[in-house]
Antibody, heavy 119, light 110 residues
Framework: QVRLKQSGPGLVKPSQTLSLTCTVSGGSVSSTGYYWSWIRQLPGKGLEWIGYIYYLGATYYNPSLKSRVTISLDTSRDQFSLRLTSVTAADTAVYYC???????????WGQGTLVIVSS | QSALTQPPSAAGSPGQSVTISCTGTSSDVGRFNYVSWYQQHPGKAPKLMIYEVNRRPSGVPDRFSGSKSGNTASLTVSGLQAEDEADYYCNSYAGSNNFVFGTGTKVTVL
């Protein structure tokens, strides 16, 4: 059973960069055909897909966030990471990492990280 | 890309059925058979319940079923149980490596 464990700060100052990491255990970020996603949930609201990275390294982002988002892969550590630049209070959310077999579903999720943007 | 439209709430008594709709457009739900559904209990991560419109992952009870007609997908929960009380979100592939989620539906077991 693949498990995803998230890490990273829960408080980020406005205009700074949000950085989160997802560590995969029981599997590998190099597994053929897998995509590794970041998804967020604004307070009391629904889910928003941020983007994903293919196991070979290609990245795809939500057009509404594309200019501020970078998702990267560290195959040596079986990790993938999210960077979101120039954050504002509107980026306050619970951030989830997720595994996607084949790219069209999110079948395994991390525990979630509440990130608050505040000075 | 606008969120898919779901009713804010749905309810049913134990043993009854409840159906949740998820309305998109001809660019997402209507175009692709890549609709998935997620169950989320308070304070927990979402859990995949249905993928590719009507396929169930291993371990998901067959009380959960999905369907699609035109631009609207649906999730039906039959034989409602107390543990089915949760928020449910649909998701659709929207082309060009982009995804859109639904607005979410709170299911209450009366």
């Amino acid at each position: 059973q693949v498990r995803l464990k998230q890490s990273g700060p829960g408080l980020v100052k406005p205009s700074q960069t949000l950085s989160l990491t997802c560590t995969v255990s029981g599997g590998s970020v190099s597994s053929t055909g897998y995509y590794w996603s970041w998804i967020r949930q604004l307070p009391g609201k629904g889910l928003e897909w941020i983007g994903y990275i293919y196991y070979l390294g290609a990245t795809y982002y939500n057009p509404s966030l594309k200019s501020r988002v970078t998702i990267s892969l560290d195959t040596s550590r079986d990790q993938f990471s999210l960077r979101l630049t120039s954050v504002t209070a509107a980026d306050t959310a619970v951030y989830y990492c997720a595994e996607s077999r084949g790219g069209y579903l999110f079948d395994n999720w991390g525990q979630g990280t509440l990130v608050i943007v505040s000075s | 890309q606008s969120a898919l439209t779901q009713p804010p709430s749905a309810a049913g008594s134990p043993g009854q059925s409840v159906t949740i709709s998820c309305t998109g457009t001809s660019s997402d739900v209507g175009r692709f058979n890549y609709v998935s559904w997620y169950q989320q209990h308070p304070g927990k991560a979402p859990k995949l319940m249905i993928y590719e419109v009507n396929r169930r992952p291993s371990g998901v009870p067959d009380r959960f079923s999905g369907s699609k007609s035109g631009n609207t997908a649906s999730l039906t929960v039959s034989g409602l149980q107390a543990e089915d009380e949760a928020d449910y979100y649909c998701n659709s592939y929207a082309g060009s490596n982009n995804f859109v989620f639904g607005t979410g539906t709170k299911v209450t077991v009366l």
